[in-house]
């Protein structure tokens, strides 16, 4: 790789104050908040997130067209420690958006099934690398992060289903149900190796980033997967199976929140660019209420869908005006950009 070209991504990396992939986080919680608000009914609110996303999404894009030009490079860098799964959050991104817009006629249509179609390349190959890595240089210790692994697969099967209701595309319907089952292990196999690292002797609060605040959003989005690929209609196992799921959504969420509110209390709060993994999982838990209520006939659990928008909403400006702010200091030089105390992955 040129000089010139190496230069890009510091520059990229100094604006955005975070990995390459990473960036793309912004996209996942916003348009995973449009859907959630459309779902509530304020479909002037939904529509103005939903072109925010498909903003970010494209410029971001563009910014990185860099690497489109060295696939091999950009294939090793993507299975780098603190990159792979990042990395995987464009595949979710992507499929955030095609859920999003799937509904909204032809055009939007084939728009959400080229996503799908790029999206299920680049998680083989992105999964692929991250094995070859993995192979190469050995054990990392595993991160909230990994768990992006399961909201790729399951927002790949999601928005298969969602085709193939439209389409009545049989392989479609398959594929969204082997990857909906796909993801179900992975957060089996993730989160216990999440749950071996807490409780080893030598985790504390600094390790709890808003990356594992994905711990919740993983279960909240297998929940949405489960009803989208099953239907999950009253008494039937994809029924049992959502219903699981959102208990668990639920219980992660009282556990991660205690414990980010204590590492708050402790260590203070810093608005960086990575609290977008922790907007994605609250409106993902709204998205996940709402939709399960709808399936089950349970009006109260569709009303705590549309109450949670709030929480979503509220976490999403906070972390926008900390962006904004964070995109302004990087306007002004390179210094101002790197906010003192906050951590990046990577």
């Given at each position: 790789m040129s000089a010139s070209n190496r230069a890009t991504p510091r520059v990229f990396s100094r604006f955005h104050g975070?990995?390459?992939a990473g960036a793309f986080n912004v996209v996942m919680a916003t348009a995973v908040v449009s859907i959630a608000a459309g779902n509530a009914g304020?479909?002037?609110?939904?529509?103005?997130?939903?072109w925010t996303a498909v903003a970010a999404f494209v410029s971001l894009a563009v910014l990185d067209l860099w690497l489109v030009r060295h696939p091999l490079a950009m294939l090793r860098r993507a299975g780098q420690p603190g990159q792979g799964f990042h990395a995987l959050g464009f595949?979710?991104?992507?499929?955030?958006?095609?859920?999003?817009?799937?509904?909204?006629g032809a055009v939007a249509r084939t728009i959400a099934a080229v996503l799908l179609?790029?999206?299920?390349?680049?998680?083989?190959?992105?999964?692929?690398a991250v094995a070859v890595e993995h192979d190469r240089r050995g054990g990392t210790q595993p991160r909230g992060e990994w768990l992006?692994?399961?909201?790729?697969?399951?927002?790949?099967?999601?928005?298969?289903a969602r085709l193939a209701g439209l389409e009545h595309v049989a392989a479609l319907r398959a594929g969204a149900t082997a990857m909906w089952i796909a993801g179900g292990f992975a957060y089996l196999i993730v989160g216990y190796l999440l749950a071996r690292r807490a409780a080893s002797p030598g985790f504390g609060l600094a390790d709890i980033g808003p990356?594992?605040?994905?711990?919740?959003?993983?279960?909240?989005?297998?929940?949405a997967a489960a009803v989208a690929v099953t239907g999950a209609h009253p008494g039937t196992p994809g029924a049992v199976a959502a219903i699981v799921a959102w208990g668990l959504a639920s219980l992660m969420l009282i556990v991660i929140a205690t414990a980010d509110g204590w590492r708050a209390r402790r260590l203070?709060?810093?608005?960086?660019?990575?609290?977008?993994?922790?907007?994605?999982?609250?409106?993902?838990?709204?998205?996940?209420s709402?939709?399960?209520?709808?399936?089950?006939?349970?009006?109260?659990?569709?009303?705590?869908?549309?109450?949670?928008?709030?929480?979503?909403?509220?976490?999403?400006?906070?972390v926008a005006f900390g962006e904004l702010r964070h995109l302004l200091a990087a306007s002004v030089g390179p210094s101002a950009a790197r906010p003192g105390p906050a951590r990046y992955p990577g």
């Open positions: 975070r990995p390459w304020v479909e002037a609110l939904s529509i103005g997130l939903l595949v979710a991104d992507g499929c955030v958006l095609g859920v999003r817009i799937v509904g909204a179609g790029v999206g299920w390349v680049l998680w083989l190959l992105i999964l692929g992006l692994t399961v909201v790729a697969t399951e927002g790949l099967a999601i928005l298969a990356d594992w605040w994905i711990v919740m959003g993983a279960p909240a989005i297998w929940c203070g709060v810093h608005f960086t660019p990575e609290r977008w993994t922790m907007v994605f999982p609250l409106g993902m838990y709204s998205v996940a709402w939709t399960l209520g709808r399936s089950l006939h349970a009006g109260w659990l569709s009303e705590l869908g549309h109450l949670w928008l709030a929480v979503a909403l509220s976490a999403w400006a906070a």
